[in-house]
């Protein structure tokens, strides 16, 4: 019998850049899943437009509806249950998760974050990566925890900082890199190579003792 594949639900806030370059993996067969669903906190989200024109449904919970956090995820958990998935992809989703929330999904909820963690986590990552002079920048995936950018690292890939670079040379470089790591990192989970066992990440039934490294110029994906 065939393997299903992999459901993904995808949150996002913005323009879906991320969700681009998964679909397209999706579509080409390098990564074994489909996206069932995407959400947005925000109704003018760029993604929502992007993921239905791929044919995919949308919904919006925008969190300005709610009084609180709590609310908003009740609603947000109600979304999800709605289309069953089997992972949760966080793709430029700007709202910070509780830990009810997160725990609720724990194992099953990874993250992309523009920066080499535990470097510069939160916002303006680019631009504070210029102003502290590091030689390189990147990006990074990992699960979710209740420590905002703090959830165990799966694979980083590093882009050189160039003496001319602003934040917007620097940043859109970096998301080409994204493009690349984070349909490969999904590729592992839905292979079943990569797991979270409590607070360990496992690829291939071993250990991570740190994350998996890309290269500025390629990428690994065996």
Not at 110 to 133: M, V
Not at 166 to 188: I, M, Q, S
Not at 190 to 212: I, K, M, S, Y
């Amino acid at each position: 019998m065939t393997a299903q594949p992999l459901r993904l639900a995808v949150l996002l806030s913005g323009r879906g850049s991320n969700l681009d370059s998964i679909l397209r993996a999706c579509a080409a067969g390098t990564l074994p899943a489909r996206v069932v669903q995407v959400i947005s906190n925000r109704p003018g989200a760029g993604g929502l437009t992007l993921a239905a024109a791929a044919g995919v449904p949308v919904a919006v919970v925008d969190h300005r509806q709610f009084a609180d956090r709590a609310g908003f995820e009740r609603a947000l958990d109600a979304q999800l249950a709605a289309v069953p998935c089997d992972l949760v992809v966080l793709a430029g989703f700007m709202r910070v998760l509780t830990a009810d929330f997160v725990a609720r999904h724990r194992g099953r909820l990874i993250n992309i974050h523009p920066s080499l963690l535990p470097e510069f986590p939160g916002l303006d990552t680019h631009a504070r990566a210029l102003a502290a002079g590091v030689a390189e920048h990147g990006a990074s995936v990992h699960f979710v925890t209740a420590a905002v950018d703090g959830g165990p690292l799966v694979a980083q890939i590093r882009v050189p900082v160039r003496a001319d670079d602003t934040p917007d040379t620097l940043a859109a470089r970096v998301l080409a890199a994204e493009h690349r790591l984070y349909p490969t990192v999904l590729g592992w989970y839905a292979r079943g190579r990569l797991t979270l066992a409590g607070e360990q990440v496992q690829l291939d039934g071993l250990p991570l003792a740190a994350p998996v490294p890309f290269a500025a110029a390629g990428e690994r994906d065996d």
